[in-house]
């Protein structure tokens, strides 16, 4: 993320019981033009926040709805606790910042910032891990069409699989697509060049 949000508009849910921190919380919450539900009780799965915050202290394991997967959206912990426990369950709910208690009005935008900065790290990485878990799926594709070029044309493994990749490049296709059409025989196998 290079450039810091602009919340305003957005709109985020605070699970924690209502006391002076909640109220400075959501002060400045709508300061920075943010619509804000308070509430108690566990986070249904359906239309989910643009943001979550909440309480790390009180928390439980069923408080929201994504327990062992990537959360849904940003989420902020709030924290007045050092138990590791408490912080490890913070973690463990995908919270990307924290924000102590008792709120400083300061420390809010920062711990939003980062909550979101780290929310869409995680969306990349995560889409990035399954794109090559892909790939790798598909390897035994490109062995078989290596094997197939290396049999027609009866060069050594490496030639095969350079001219399977060079011709994947010309025609500006995963090397993978390219060998499930061969193997398929909706592809003519490329010339040795």
Known sequence: MRETPNFTGWDATVIHREDSNTERLIRQLRLLGVRVTLQWAPLGSGALPDLVIVDADH?????????????????VALLGSEAPGRIAWALEQGAGA??????????????????????????????RVKFLEERVRLRPLVHAAVEKLMHVHGVSEERAYTILRDCAMRRRLPMEQLAAFIIGGAEPLPEVG
């Open 59 to 75: 928390g439980w394991d069923d408080l929201l709805p994504w327990r062992d997967a990537q959360p849904g959206c940003p989420v």
């Open 98 to 127: 924290i924000i102590a208690k008792p709120i400083a009005a300061s420390a809010v935008y920062p711990a939003l910032v980062m909550a979101v900065a780290i929310h869409q790290e995680r969306k990349t990485v995560a889409e």
